[in-house]
């Protein structure tokens, strides 16, 4: 045709394709993804810089004689390790990975490493997946991520069912960085699903956390195990905003101009609509937290903000052009940042923290003020100067958005409940 023609045509639609691909790329930063998300408070983001350090301590070969460990050390006692195994005991099947009895925290902790470059048996896990492969309660996960799990539950069952029976009050927390993470998620979904196999353990004991995740979930799983799966990224971390299937990337790491020329014209061509849309599109697992330390048009790292959010929309679809792009991805740098993170949040509660005869005042008149507008209250549930009641009205209205609100209408009504059984009660025996 660009004979025929006399003009070079195809060349100019490729070029101009190319030229709004990377205009497009250029103006989007990464704080674009998360401007309109909340911010993170102290207490849920706790357990991230403590578990990236976890992870970290996988890396070694002996707790006890450390050679790489972060400044302050990796805060766990080498006598709480459970279990430790490596690429020989797993067979190249899953990553390595240590249990650690997390005493001070009340936690049972398995946390796994990430992607090992030297390993091939690591590639083998993320190539075996291709769109829409596999099927899981209803929606898509990513095949080679969810057999690895399913290896590494069936390794350790009896050992995680024995600890959870014997500690009931502490949570199992699953924790892993890049490759690791996937089949953290991975775990954490097939616990829940199934949670016969670890005594019948209550759902809200069961966390995830992974960090710098792969996209290893369709959206109607990310969503609807949002309560169980958290996944932290930093700024311009690459990997949870791919969207292009890894298998493809790895299998074009000798063509990687093809593979950039593929993707440009099919970010020009289809609808972004159209693809979001596809029910087997992968996406990062669960509630999302994005540390921003970055601004655009300026220099420098600056205090990092923590975002968090479970969107529907905006689960990091685009690709930032960054030369941060693989440096975020480490899990050295991701510790390090939400440390800092984690002073930053505990040294502004402190700041702003209220007087404890003035914090009593005020959530009390709050609590009044609050129950009074529902208009659903009795003259006698404030006469009644139950200490019980009224702390259990406190608890339900104070609860956080992670443990999921419960109605105030609610909450009055099993008061109300309470206090009607307990007049009829005293009627009878009089």
Request: proline share 6%.
């Amino acid at each position: 045709m660009s004979i025929i023609c006399g003009l070079p045509l195809l060349e100019c639609v490729y070029c101009l394709a190319c030229a709004r691909w990377a205009w497009k790329r250029c103006l989007h930063t990464a704080g674009h993804d998360s401007e309109t998300w909340g911010l993170a408070t102290a207490e849920e983001f706790e357990p991230v810089p403590r578990l990236c350090r976890y992870i970290l301590a996988v890396y070694e070969d002996d707790l006890r004689h450390p050679l790489w460990e972060p400044p302050g050390g990796y805060g766990i006692n080498p006598d709480w390790l459970i279990l430790r195994k490596t690429y020989e005991d797993t067979q190249g099947r899953a990553p390595s990975y240590i249990l650690y009895l997390d005493h001070d925290h009340a936690d049972i902790v398995f946390a796994i490493r990430g992607l090992n470059l030297a390993k091939e048996s690591d590639y083998q896990v993320l190539l075996d997946n291709k769109l829409g492969k596999k099927k899981f309660d209803g929606g898509y996960v990513h095949n080679g991520l969810l057999k690895a799990a399913g290896w590494v539950l069936d390794a350790e069952c009896e050992v995680l069912k024995e600890l959870v029976e014997k500690y009931p009050n502490y949570t199992l927390t699953f924790a892993g960085h890049s490759l690791g993470s996937g089949v953290a998620a991975m775990l954490a979904l097939v616990v829940v699903r199934h949670q016969d196999k670890l005594g019948n353990i209550d759902r809200r004991r069961i966390r995830c956390y992974a960090i710098a995740p792969a996209r290893c979930m369709s959206l109607n799983l990310a969503v609807r195990y949002a309560d169980v799966i958290n996944s932290v990224v930093l700024q311009d971390d690459f990997l949870p905003r791919t969207a292009t299937p890894l298998e493809d990337i790895f299998k074009s790491l000798f063509c990687l101009p093809c593979l950039l020329c593929l993707r440009c014209m099919g970010d020009t061509c289809i609808p972004e609509e159209k693809m979001l849309k596809d029910p087997r599109r992968l996406y990062a697992p669960g509630r999302l937290y994005h540390i921003v330390e970055r601004r655009p048009f300026r220099l420098g790292r600056h205090p990092p903000v923590v975002r968090t959010a479970v969107p529907v929309d905006g689960r990091f679809e685009h690709i930032v052009l960054s030369c941060n792009a693989t440096k975020d991805h480490a899990i050295i740098w991701i510790e390090r940042e939400a440390q800092r993170a984690m002073d930053l949040m505990l040294e502004k509660d402190r700041i702003m923290e209220i007087p404890a005869k003035q914090r009593r005042t005020g959530r009390k008149r709050w609590l009044e003020n609050t129950v009074k507008s529902t208009k659903l209250h009795s003259k006698g549930l404030f006469r009644c100067q139950c200490p019980m009641l009224i702390h259990l009205l406190s608890m339900e209205l104070l609860m956080s958005p992670r443990m999921g609100r419960t109605p105030i209408n609610l909450v009055v009504s099993r008061l109300l409940d309470h206090q009607e059984k307990a007049r009829t009660e005293k009627a009878g025996i009089y």
